[in-house]
Each structure stands twice: as structure tokens, then as C-alpha cells.
């Protein structure tokens, strides 16, 4: 229900409140993306009795991140019972990390079973969302036109990847691919394999290659710290013990959570003690698995574990040591038809170049138009930099939500709790408008406002300001992040808070 002291708009004789009939609506839901957060999406809406809606996919399957991401090593780094939705749990994971390949599965399986697949629209993007007369007019770039009460955007967050400004790439003469966009045909074995980034992406990629590549080459700008985590397989033991006892399933998920919260807490307070666990952790591994000085200082990081997004791997130093591997610091001074020059002047020769240069992490939804009410674009709202009320609801845009919209909780731990917590709290907007009360709502500019100066100052305190470049921070240097602990994050998604919405 809204709150009680919600702002209510337009009260005159003859304005939209006084047209609104108090009777139940069937609203219509329009869902953007058929990834994690646009399957959820669907199947929570039937849960809650919505059945009139419409899944926009513009790629031919749903799976998102785990559809479009192939490369070689590709793995979650949150364990695999907890990267799984808690309505769909599964006995069958077969390891303690999964490879992206089961993810992908398991979505596309979770999305047949609860008989979702008929309602998504595949191959067709959405280009333009229009708030008109109290209803959003979705376009696509097939020509389809539809009207929909309500529109979820669950159109991810590392989604637009992000190429580097490199001199010369284009003139390069062996095979050259974003990480995102694997070219299955280019052969791997025996090839020179050059590796253009350090992130999570790249690390997996050399862990996977460095014994297929004749020669790979790992170009670092920053160094990584690196969490060492085993990942061992789940015998038919454990499966058969998850699927006669599903409690034992539940309660391994309970114990994942709570290891997890630890981090997720620790990283809000760079001096914590779970911090400097962490970090201990991380610097025994470099210490103790690098044998050659050199390579380990040049492995060293200058600033503190977990400022950038911090990596899992049981085997990366064992794979950059292998002799047919090699770490170059030097800056890339630019691309060459025969490689990768370096600013000492040498040419590392390469067959294949792969960028493994992240994510535009503030594209969202678009580049779709959106127009939300009054004729406002999200491109004069967003002018500075993206923004939302609990990365959920932008002010003037009534009735549009977002799943992992701007400055959520990121980094390392599941998305999909997090999506989970913020369609029930939709749900919880939306109520008012099926039960005909009002027809529109939105988050308060104030609401807005003082949320964000608020997750400003607490970002002070967090570990990613404290001195590194990563892909958190914005164009301030403010980490585009939830500050918080998620224990916050879980209480704030219990109820929308009395004054943060304004219904019409
Ligand atoms: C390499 C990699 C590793 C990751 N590892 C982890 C991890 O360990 N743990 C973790 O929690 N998260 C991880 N993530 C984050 C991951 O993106 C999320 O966990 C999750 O998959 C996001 O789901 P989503 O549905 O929000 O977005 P996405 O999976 O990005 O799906 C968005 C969908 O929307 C579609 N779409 C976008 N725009 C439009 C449009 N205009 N019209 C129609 N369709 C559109 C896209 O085609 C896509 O299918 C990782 C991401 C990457 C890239």
C-alpha cells in the first residue's frame, strides 16, 4: 500500500485522480530483457496473478550475461547454491563455482519450466519508451507497437562492452574480439594469444588458455589482488544427498549467505577486521605462490585488496608462471598487423588478440529513447551521470522500474538476491495500481535527492575510495554502488519507505 503520507497529485474536479475507479485493473507489464532479472521477472509477475505481459528479447535466447559471455574459463565467482534463485534451487550443480555454460542452462531450463518462453518476443530490440497519457507506448526496432501499464527494464548492467582506444587495432591482421563476443572459428590451440586487461575476465581467460596457447601474453595496466578458492566438484554423493534432502540444500544456501555477508559487510568498512582477513589472504597467496621475484612484484598490487572489484582464482599464478606465458607491464604504445607494440619498443607477435576490456557501466537501458511524463527524457535526467531512488524508480517516470539499475549493489556477490529483493519491492509500488487507488507513481525528487547525498558521504568510508581506478567509480571518483551493508539493502527492500513515492 503507499504510504500515508504519499504526495497526491491533481485533486481539482476533472484531473486524472478524480477519474481513477477504484476498481481493480488488469495491468499490463511490459519486461525488457530476457536475462536472470527479465525471467524473474515473468515468472514472479504469474506468481503474484499478473498474466497479461510482455517479454521484450532482442538476442534469439534468454540468458543474458551467461548467453552473450563464451570465452574459455568463463565462471561465477559466487558459489554456485547461492548464484541460483531461491525459488528454483538445484540439486545439480556440479561444482562449487559454476562454468557459465551451466548457468546458461540452468536459466534457459528455469524458463522453460515455469512456461515462460512462449511470452517473450526474441529478435526484437526496444528502442523507444513514451509515458503518454498515463501509459507507456513501447516501440521496437522491428516495427511492433504496443501500450503497457507498467515496464520493468531488466536489461543488465555489464551488458555494453566496452572496446579499448587502442592506435591501430583495426589494422590488425590476426583474429581481434571483445571477451563478450567469443569468435568460436579462431583456433586456440598452439596459437599466440595476447590478453588485453587484468579483471575477473581476463584472469579466468589465462587460467583457461595459458596450457593451449603456443605463446600467450597477459597485458596488465593495474595489478590484481587475487582471493585463491578451490572449486571442487559436488560428487554424485552430494547431488543424490541435495535431492533426497532438500532442507541440506537450503541450509547449505543459509550458510553461503551468511559467509557471504561477511565480505558484502567488510567492504563497506575499509578498516574492518574481515578487510584485513581478506587482504591477509590475498597477499599470502601472491607471497606464497609467485617463486620469481620479479614476476611477483610485478604481480603486486599498490593498493588495497578488494578496492577493485576483487578476484577469485584457484590457479592464476600457477598459469601466468607457466613457461609459455608472459606478463607485460609495459604500456601498449599500439597495435601493429603483426601485434602488440609496447612502449619499451618491442613487438609481442600475436595470432589472436582478445579485449578483455569490460563493460559500459553506465549504459543501462540505452541507448533506448525514454520519455517519461511531461515530455522528460532520460537523457536530460541522466545528463550528469544515471541515477534512481534505490536503484529501482526515477523520479517523473511513473510506472518504470529497473532491476540492477544504477547504483545497486555490485561487485561480489549473487545479482540475483538482489533482483529478487527488488521485484518484490516493485510489487509492493504497484499494488495501488492494480487496486485502482491511483495510476501512476514514481520516486519523489526528495526522495531522490537525499538518498543519494546520503549514499555519497557513506561511500566515504567503503574500500573502493581507497585509491585505485575500477569500474565502481564514477565520474567523480564516487563509487556507483550501494555503500551499505546488504543487510541494509535487505531491510531497505522489505517496504518502500512512508514518503519515498509519489502516487497519482
Ligand atoms: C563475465 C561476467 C561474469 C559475471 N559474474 C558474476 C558473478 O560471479 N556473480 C554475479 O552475481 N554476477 C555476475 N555477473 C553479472 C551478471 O551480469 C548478473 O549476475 C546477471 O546475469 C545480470 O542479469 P540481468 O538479467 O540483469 O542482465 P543481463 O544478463 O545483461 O541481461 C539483459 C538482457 O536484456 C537484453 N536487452 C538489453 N537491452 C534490450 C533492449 N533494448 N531490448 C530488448 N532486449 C534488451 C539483453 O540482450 C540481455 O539478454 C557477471 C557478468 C559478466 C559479464
Known amino acids: 500500500m503507499p504510504p500515508d503520507d504519499v504526495m497526491i497529485a491533481g485533486t481539482a474536479e476533472g484531473d486524472k485522480v478524480s477519474e481513477v475507479s477504484e476498481q481493480p485493473r488488469a495491468l499490463r507489464f511490459a519486461i525488457i530483457g530476457a536475462g536472470m532479472a527479465g525471467i524473474l521477472s515473468a515468472i514472479k509477475l504469474r506468481e503474484n496473478g499478473y498474466t497479461d505481459f510482455t517479454v521484450f528479447e532482442k538476442a534469439d535466447r534468454v540468458g543474458g550475461t551467461w548467453r552473450e559471455n563464451t570465452y574459455p574459463g568463463l565462471s561465477c ?21 559454476s562454468a557459465g555454460a551451466e548457468i546458461q542452462a540452468y536459466f534457459e531450463r528455469v524458463a522453460r519450466e515455469h512456461d515462460i518462453t512462449d511470452e517473450i518476443r526474441f529478435g526484437d530490440e526496444v528502442t523507444s519508451s513514451r509515458f503518454v497519457d498515463g501509459r507507456w507506448r513501447v516501440e521496437t526496432a522491428g516495427g511492433h507497437r504496443d501500450e503497457f501499464d507498467v515496464v520493468i527494464a531488466a536489461t543488465g548492467v555489464l551488458h555494453h562492452p566496452r572496446y579499448p582506444d587502442l592506435d591501430g587495432l583495426d589494422d590488425f591482421e590476426g583474429a581481434v574480439f571483445h571477451s563478450s563476443r567469443w569468435d568460436h572459428d579462431v583456433k586456440l590451440d598452439g596459437a599466440r594469444i595476447g590478453i588485453v586487461g587484468t ?37 554424485d554423493d552430494d547431488k543424490a544427498t541435495f535431492r533426497t534432502n532438500p532442507e541440506q540444500l537450503a541450509e547449505l544456501r543459509t550458510n553461503l549467505t551468511q559467509m557471504f555477508d561477511v565480505f558484502a559487510n567488510a567492504i563497506v568498512d575499509a578498516d574492518s577486521p574481515e578487510m584485513k582477513m581478506v587482504a591477509g589472504m590475498c597477499l599470502d597467496n601472491l607471497e606464497s ?22 578476484i577469485v582464482s584457484p590457479d592464476f599464478y600457477e598459469a601466468i608462471q607457466q613457461p609459455n606465458a608472459e606478463l607485460v607491464t609495459d604500456r601498449i604504445e599500439r597495435v601493429e598487423p603483426a601485434g602488440v607494440r609496447t612502449a619499451d619498443g618491442t613487438l609481442h607477435e600475436l595470432d589472436v588478440l582478445v579485449l578483455a576490456t569490460g563493460f559500459k557501466t553506465d549504459a543501462f537501458m540505452r541507448p533506448m529513447t525514454v520519455i517519461g511524463r511531461d515530455g522528460e527524457t532520460l537523457s536530460r535526467a541522466w545528463a550528469a551521470r544515471p541515477n534512481a531512488y534505490m536503484s529501482i524508480s526515477i523520479p517523473d517516470f511513473p510506472n518504470f522500474f529497473m532491476l540492477n539499475g544504477p547504483n545497486g549493489p555490485v561487485g561480489n556477490f549473487s545479482l540475483i538476491e538482489v533482483a529478487e529483493l527488488q521485484f518484490a519491492y516493485i510489487m509492493q509500488l504497484v499494488e495501488p495500481l492494480r487496486s485502482g487507488e491511483y495510476r501512476e507513481v514514481s520516486a519523489s525528487q526528495d526522495a531522490m535527492e537525499e538518498h543519494e547525498a546520503a549514499r555519497v558521504k557513506a561511500a566515504e568510508k567503503t574500500v573502493w575510495v581507497t585509491g585505485c581506478r575500477s569500474w565502481y567509480l564514477d565520474d567523480r571518483g564516487i563509487p556507483a554502488t550501494w555503500p551499505w551493508s546488504f543487510d541494509r539493502f535487505r531491510s531497505e527492500m522489505q517496504r518502500p519507505r512512508d514518503g519515498a513515492f509519489e502516487y497519482r
Open 77 to 97: 565467482d559466487v558459489p554456485s547454491h547461492l548464484y541460483s534463485y531461491s525459488f528454483a534451487p538445484t540439486p545439480e550443480w556440479n561444482h562449487r563455482y
Open 199 to 235: 579483471g575477473s575476465t581476463a584472469v579466468q581467460m589465462t587460467s583457461a588458455l595459458a596450457s593451449r596457447a603456443g605463446r600467450l601474453t597477459l597485458f596488465q595496466r593495474t595489478a590484481q589482488w587475487i582471493m585463491p578458492a578451490e572449486n571442487p566438484p559436488y560428487s
Open 289 to 310: 605462490n609467485v617463486r620469481d621475484p620479479e614476476l611477483r612484484e610485478a604481480l603486486r598490487p599498490d593498493y588495497q585488496a578488494a578496492c577493485k572489484r576483487l
